[in-house]
């Protein structure tokens, strides 16, 4: 146990000391929440709620999917 608290020490104090490094970590971190929220709303829509209205339909609907053979092309 008292090897676990020296390690979260050691980060936490070395956190504590960084002057730049925390304005990068959140730029980091804001660029990433932006990153994926645009790649929500752009690529992955929400085809379940678009094509089905009950949970019923919704598991039949991705079960003929996943049932669905491959195409030959």
């Not at 980091?28 to 990153?35: A, P, Q, T």
């Amino acid at each position: 146990m008292q090897l676990i608290r020296k390690i979260w020490n050691f980060y936490v104090e070395g956190f504590r000391s960084m002057t730049i490094g925390k304005t990068l970590w959140l730029i980091i971190i804001i660029k990433l929440c932006v990153f994926f929220l645009i790649l929500k709303l752009l690529f992955f829509p929400d085809f379940l709620n678009q094509r089905c209205e009950t949970p019923g339909q919704k598991a039949d609907y991705v079960g003929k999917e996943l049932l669905k053979p491959l195409r030959q092309e």
